[in-house]
C-alpha cells in the first residue's frame, strides 16, 4: 500500500508537468490562433497566403517532428531553448494552426445578414464584432475546441522523446525499474481524471452558451 | 404639399459584368407607401439595399431627408452617412434577429448604443413596441422560441426602436410559411395606417393593392411602370406589368 503511494506521488510530479505544458499551450494557442484565423480571413493577401502557409506546415507534418525540429535542429543555427520552452514552442505552434482553422469556420459560418442587421441599426464595426459576432462564434467553435484540447492533453505525452519527467515518462520509468503495470494504470487515470474535468466544463460552458437554441 | 424624404436620380449598380440597375429615379414623399413589385432579378431589392448603402452604387445621386448621400457616385464621409442614414430601418427577408440576444435585447441593443438612451428609456420604447406589434409576452424569449411570423414583427420592432422615418421592407414575408403572412401584413399596415414612410418590395399583390399609395414595377434594372394601386392593377400600360400580373393573380 506504502508502495502505490510512493508511486502515486511520483506519477503526480510528472502530472505537474504534464499539467505545466497543457495549460501555457492552450493560453498561448488559443489567442494566437484567434490571430491566425483573422489573418486567413484578411483582405491582406500576402498575410492571408502567409497564414495559409503556416497552417499547412503545421497539420501537415507531425507533432513529433515538429518538436524534435525544435529541440535538435534550432539548436543547430545557434538558437538554444531551454526544454520546457522547446516543448512550448512547438506545441503553442501546433495547436495554434488548428485553433485558427476551427475560429476561421466559426466566423464563415456567421450569416452575412447578422452583419447587415447591426450595420442597418447603426451599430459600429467593432461593436458588432465584440457583441454580435464573438458570443455566436464562440458557440460554435466550443465543441471542436473542446475536442482540440482533449487532444492536447494527450499529445502532452510526445514530449516524452525529449526527455523530459511527464506523467508518462515518469509511468514508464518506474515500470522498467519495477517491473509492475500498476504505475500505468495510475497513469491512465490521471489522463482520464484531466480529460473528465475538461469534458464537464466544455458542457457547462456550452450549456452557457447555447442557452438561446430552441 | 407633402416633403420628400427620399430622391434616387440616375441610380446604376452593376455586380461585375451584371447590369443590375440601370438608370433608377424615384421620389418618395412623407407618408407615402411605396410598393416596389418586379419578377425576381429585375433589380428591386438591389434598388432597396443601395438607399441605406448596404449596397455601393456605381453611379447616381441619393437624397434622404433633402440630405446628400452620395452624388455622381461619390459618397459623403463616413461620420455623415451614418447620421443621413439613422433616418431609415430596414426589415429583411431573413428576419435576421440576433439569436443570442433575447427579444428585449435585440430591440435595446442600438437604442442604448448609439443613441446612448439608458436601458430604463430604451426597455420603455421597446415594451412599447412589443406591445404594438403583438408581442409584449414574448420579450424574454429567445428568436429561436418565435414562429417565423412573430420573428418578423419583432424585427420590425427592432427597426422603429431606432425611431426612422423611412422604412425599408425586402420582401418581409417571402420567407415566412403562408398561414404566418397575414400577422407581418396587418403589422405593415398599422404602420401604414399611422402614415409612417414606407419603401415594400414585395410579391403580396393584395398588401401593395390595400394598403400601398403608389406601385412602381421594375424589369430589368428600370422602372417599367408607375401608378396608383388602383390604375396600376386595373388598368396597367405596359406589355410587361401585363404580362407580370397575369402570373402573379
Same mark, same amino acid.
Given at each position: 500500500?506504502?508502495k502505490?503511494?510512493?508511486?502515486a506521488?511520483?506519477?503526480?510530479?510528472?502530472?505537474a508537468?504534464?499539467?505545466?505544458?497543457?495549460?501555457?499551450?492552450?493560453?498561448l494557442s488559443?489567442?494566437?490562433?484567434?490571430?491566425?484565423? $483573422?489573418?486567413?480571413?484578411?483582405?491582406?493577401?500576402?498575410?492571408?497566403?502567409?497564414?495559409?502557409?503556416?497552417?499547412?506546415?503545421?497539420?501537415?507534418?507531425?507533432?513529433? @517532428?515538429?518538436?524534435?525540429?525544435?529541440?535538435?535542429?534550432?539548436?543547430?543555427?545557434?538558437?538554444?531553448?531551454?526544454?520546457?520552452?522547446?516543448?512550448? @514552442?512547438?506545441?503553442?505552434?501546433?495547436?495554434?494552426?488548428?485553433?485558427?482553422?476551427?475560429?476561421?469556420?466559426?466566423?464563415?459560418?456567421?450569416?452575412?445578414?447578422?452583419?447587415?442587421?447591426?450595420?442597418? $441599426?447603426g451599430?459600429?464595426?467593432?461593436?458588432?464584432?465584440?457583441? &454580435?459576432?464573438?458570443?455566436?462564434? @464562440?458557440?460554435?467553435?466550443?465543441?471542436p475546441?473542446?475536442?482540440?484540447?482533449?487532444?492536447?492533453?494527450?499529445?502532452t505525452?510526445?514530449?516524452?522523446?525529449?526527455?523530459?519527467?511527464?506523467?508518462?515518462?515518469?509511468?514508464?520509468?518506474?515500470?522498467?525499474?519495477e517491473?509492475d503495470?500498476?504505475?500505468? &494504470?495510475?497513469a491512465?487515470?490521471?489522463?482520464?481524471?484531466?480529460?473528465?474535468?475538461?469534458?464537464?466544463?466544455f458542457k457547462?460552458?456550452?450549456?452557457?452558451?447555447?442557452?438561446?437554441?430552441? | 404639399?407633402?416633403?420628400?424624404?427620399?430622391?434616387?436620380t =440616375?441610380?446604376?449598380?452593376?455586380?461585375?459584368?451584371n447590369?443590375?440597375?440601370?438608370?433608377?429615379?424615384?421620389?418618395?414623399?412623407k407618408?407615402?407607401?411605396?410598393?416596389?413589385?418586379?419578377?425576381?432579378?429585375?433589380g428591386?431589392?438591389?434598388m432597396?439595399?443601395?438607399?441605406?448603402?448596404?449596397?455601393?452604387?456605381?453611379?447616381?445621386?441619393?437624397d434622404?431627408?433633402?440630405?446628400?448621400?452620395?452624388?455622381?457616385?461619390?459618397?459623403?464621409?463616413?461620420?455623415?452617412?451614418h447620421?443621413?442614414?439613422?433616418?431609415?430601418?430596414?426589415?429583411?427577408?431573413?428576419? =435576421?434577429?440576433?439569436?443570442?440576444m433575447? #427579444?428585449? !435585447?435585440?430591440?435595446?441593443?442600438?437604442?442604448?448604443?448609439?443613441?446612448?438612451?439608458?436601458?430604463?428609456?430604451a #426597455?420603455?420604447i421597446?415594451?412599447?413596441?412589443?406591445?404594438?406589434?403583438?408581442?409584449?409576452?414574448r420579450?424574454?424569449s429567445?428568436?429561436?422560441?418565435?414562429?417565423?411570423?412573430?420573428?418578423?414583427r #419583432?424585427?420590425?420592432?427592432?427597426?422603429?426602436?431606432?425611431?426612422?422615418?423611412?422604412?425599408?421592407?425586402?420582401?418581409?414575408?417571402?420567407?415566412?410559411?403562408? !398561414?404566418?403572412?397575414?400577422?407581418?401584413?396587418?403589422?405593415?399596415?398599422?404602420l401604414?395606417?399611422?402614415?409612417?414612410?414606407?419603401?415594400? #418590395?414585395?410579391?403580396?399583390?393584395?398588401f401593395?393593392?390595400?394598403?400601398?399609395s403608389?406601385?412602381?414595377?421594375?424589369?430589368?434594372g428600370?422602372?417599367?411602370?408607375?401608378?396608383?394601386?388602383q390604375?396600376?392593377? =386595373? =388598368?396597367?400600360? !405596359?406589355?410587361?406589368?401585363?404580362?407580370?400580373?397575369?402570373?402573379?393573380?
Open positions: 500500500m506504502e502505490l503511494f510512493d508511486m506521488l511520483l506519477i503526480m510530479q510528472g502530472a508537468v504534464t499539467l505545466e505544458i497543457f495549460v501555457i499551450t492552450l493560453a488559443l489567442p494566437l490562433g484567434g490571430l491566425a484565423a $483573422l489573418g486567413r480571413l484578411s483582405s491582406i493577401r500576402p498575410l492571408r497566403y502567409l497564414m495559409e502557409f503556416y497552417v499547412w506546415i503545421m497539420r501537415g507534418t507531425p507533432l513529433m @517532428l515538429q518538436l524534435l525540429f525544435v529541440y535538435f535542429a534550432l539548436p543547430m543555427v545557434g538558437l538554444m531553448l531551454p526544454d520546457i520552452a522547446a516543448a512550448l @514552442l512547438a506545441f503553442t505552434l501546433n495547436y495554434a494552426a488548428y485553433f485558427a482553422e476551427i475560429f476561421r469556420a466559426g466566423i464563415q459560418a456567421i450569416p452575412r445578414g447578422q452583419f447587415e442587421a447591426a450595420r442597418v $441599426l451599430l459600429p464595426h467593432w461593436h458588432t464584432i465584440k457583441r &454580435i459576432v464573438f458570443p455566436q462564434v @464562440l458557440r460554435i467553435v466550443l465543441p475546441i473542446s475536442n482540440e484540447t482533449i487532444n492536447l492533453v494527450k499529445d505525452s510526445l514530449i516524452y522523446i525529449l526527455a523530459m519527467n511527464d506523467l508518462l515518462r515518469v509511468a514508464r520509468t518506474i515500470v522498467q525499474r517491473f503495470m500498476t504505475p500505468f &494504470i495510475i491512465g487515470a490521471f489522463y482520464l481524471a484531466m480529460t473528465a474535468v475538461l469534458t464537464w466544463g457547462r460552458l456550452e450549456a452557457y452558451y447555447g442557452k438561446y437554441d430552441a | 404639399m407633402a416633403s420628400t424624404m427620399l430622391e434616387l =440616375n441610380i446604376h449598380k452593376a455586380f461585375g459584368d447590369q443590375v440597375l440601370r438608370g433608377i429615379d424615384l421620389v418618395v414623399d407618408g407615402e407607401v411605396l410598393a416596389v413589385l418586379g419578377p425576381s432579378g429585375s428591386k431589392s438591389t432597396l439595399r443601395c438607399i441605406n448603402h448596404l449596397e455601393t452604387i456605381d453611379k447616381g445621386t441619393i434622404i431627408k433633402g440630405r446628400r448621400l452620395v452624388e455622381d457616385g461619390v459618397y459623403v464621409d463616413e461620420k455623415t452617412q447620421e443621413i442614414l439613422a433616418a431609415t430601418g430596414m426589415v429583411f427577408q431573413q428576419f =435576421n434577429l440576433f439569436p443570442h433575447t #427579444v428585449l !435585447e435585440n430591440l435595446i441593443e442600438a437604442p442604448t448604443y448609439v443613441k446612448g438612451l439608458s436601458r430604463d428609456e #426597455v420603455a421597446a415594451v412599447d413596441l412589443l406591445k404594438k406589434v403583438g408581442l409584449a409576452d420579450q424574454d429567445y428568436p429561436a422560441r418565435l414562429s417565423g411570423g412573430q420573428q418578423q #419583432v424585427a420590425i420592432a427592432r427597426a422603429l426602436a431606432m425611431q426612422p422615418d423611412i422604412m425599408l421592407f425586402d420582401e418581409p414575408t417571402s420567407a415566412l410559411d403562408p !398561414e404566418l403572412t397575414g400577422e407581418v401584413l396587418k403589422t405593415m399596415r398599422e401604414a395606417e399611422e402614415h409612417m414612410t414606407m419603401v415594400v #418590395v414585395t410579391h403580396e399583390m393584395a401593395a393593392r390595400e394598403a400601398s403608389r406601385v412602381i414595377f421594375m424589369a430589368g428600370v422602372i417599367v411602370e408607375e401608378n396608383e394601386p390604375e396600376f392593377f =386595373n =388598368n396597367p400600360k !405596359e406589355e410587361r406589368t401585363r404580362a407580370f400580373l397575369r402570373n402573379m393573380l
